[in-house]
């Protein structure tokens, strides 16, 4: 047994934490007397959730600056819940009927948020849907009345969103092009696109649904677009007027894509499916999550992982690891699935759900040697859509979304677990002889929470600042 999964075991000892030890390819499960046993695929692994708030419906969640507050997509709005208290998540209030001004009446599905300081992103619908397209902006600063303060009706369905306090960055996939949409919400116009039309007129030649918009993460006036099958890009949006190419990351080129026989089963199977993008606090480090499923007899399809990049220069970006996905016995759309979803890269962690999978912390202190630092799953009654930081916890949100499931949507809350952080040099600490020191986590009680929460607060607020 390594020597910093020992500390980390000590450090959890008397806590009743349960911590799922291992690397990224083995999936154990603590025992009894502390050995692991290799983990059924119906079998929940790690610490139990603290706390479960159930609910109709669950989509995206994200949370609160100050980590106190998510907000959970509901397809017919948007619910606020309280986190204050992790093992008991409480339901604030629910905003329905967005766009209900429209003729074509409110928007019936809403699947994607995204929080700046104090305002909150509210778009849909994700898929073909009866009723308005567009998005909603709250001021969310009393999160007992949320305040609408802008609304634009819009003629493209919208999967994905980001924001950053003015601009909405949108997945406009019913356009040509499946461009990256921006709009002014103070201007509620809108204002600049970019596709992969841009990049090369050889895209043209590639079936569109080979290449969709699936995800946009923005910050730092850059954009990180995940166009499925297309790869992964980053363009320039700090003229959101005139958005320029900075670099691909990964992708097959055009030529092969436009020769491929069976678009149906290449979008549905590895090794494309760039589904999920995101980038840590210093945009150093890139996260691209894949979504695929097993569709023939050949067993060439089956799940995807998380790939982790070194993007400090994005000309240039370098594949550090791969985050495996856990283990399935049915991986067709429509039996027990485990590939990545939705996820978050942050204070060295990763924060990920796998649908019927469960939810995953991983320590990214040395990224080219991710160290699983949490692992929860429990196939019959979950289905995690995301993962998410919050105060002294991490949140998750089950849907009954995905095909082949039957569960009882919910928000789940769970302890942060400790991860090691680098000592610096001449601090004087002595308790690992590798120069590293066990970080803060836990249940989320105490002053070790509290410390937790206010960096929290802090990096969150820098980053999602207006």
């Not at 596709?195 to 990180?224: I, K, M, N």
């Not at 996260?287 to 992982?305: C, I, N, Q, T, Y």
Request: aromatic share 6%; with cysteine.
């Amino acid at each position: 047994m390594r020597r910093r999964t020992v500390l980390r075991r000590l450090a959890l000892a008397g806590t009743g934490i349960g911590l799922a030890t291992g690397t990224t390819h083995g999936h154990p499960t603590p025992t009894g007397d502390g050995t692991a046993e290799p983990a059924a695929a119906d079998t929940p692994t790690g610490g139990d959730p603290l706390g479960v708030l159930e609910m109709e419906t669950v989509y995206e969640v994200v949370t609160s600056p100050d980590g106190h507050t998510a907000y959970v997509a509901t397809g017919d709005g948007i619910a606020l819940v309280d986190l204050v208290a992790p093992t008991s998540p409480r339901l604030i209030g629910r905003q329905t009927g967005l766009l209900a001004e429209s003729d074509d009446g409110p928007i019936q599905r809403v699947q994607d948020l995204a929080v700046s300081g104090s305002r909150l992103l509210a778009a849909g619908p994700a898929h073909p849907a009866d009723g308005a397209h567009g998005v909603v902006v709250f001021d969310v600063s009393d999160r007992q009345e949320p305040t609408r303060i802008a609304g634009l009706e819009l003629d493209t369905r919208i999967h994905n969103c980001h924001f950053d306090g003015r601009y909405a960055y949108l997945t406009a996939n019913n356009r040509d092009g499946n461009p990256l949409l921006v709009v002014d919400t103070e201007t509620e116009q809108e204002v600049g696109e970019w596709s992969l039309l841009d990049a090369g007129d050889a895209w043209h030649d590639v079936p569109t649904s080979l290449w969709p918009l699936h995800d946009v993460w923005v910050q730092d006036d850059r954009a990180y677009l995940a166009y499925w099958d297309g790869g992964t890009w980053i363009v320039d949006v700090s003229d959101p007027t005139d958005i320029s190419l900075v670099a691909k990351v990964r992708g097959r080129d055009p030529e092969t894509l436009a020769a491929i026989e069976d678009p149906g089963t290449e979008r549905s199977e590895p090794p494309g499916n760039d589904h999920f993008v995101t980038v840590d606090e210093g945009a150093s480090l890139l996260g691209v999550g894949g979504e695929s499923w097993d569709l023939g007899d050949d067993d060439s399809g089956g799940p995807s992982g998380i790939e982790l990049y070194d993007i400090s220069d994005p000309a240039d970006a370098e594949l550090l690891s791969t985050l495996d996905p856990p283990p399935t016995s049915d991986p067709s759309p429509g039996g027990i699935l485990t590939t990545a979803h939705n996820f978050e890269l942050t204070a060295d962690r990763c924060y990920s759900a796998w649908y019927n999978g469960g939810v995953r912390v991983h320590d990214l202190t040395d990224p080219t040697a991710p160290d699983l630092a949490f692992e929860w799953r429990d196939t019959e009654s979950t289905s995690f859509w995301t993962a998410q930081r919050a105060a002294g916890c991490f949140v998750a949100g089950s849907t009954n979304a995905s095909q082949g499931t039957e569960v009882q949507p919910g928000l789940y809350t769970f302890p942060d677990p400790q991860i090691r952080t680098p000592t610096p040099e001449g601090s004087g600490t002595d308790d690992a002889a590798d120069g590293t020191s066990l970080g803060v986590g836990g249940p989320g009680f105490g002053v070790g929470s509290a410390v937790a929460a206010v960096g929290l607060a802090a990096w969150r607020a820098r980053r999602r600042r207006d």
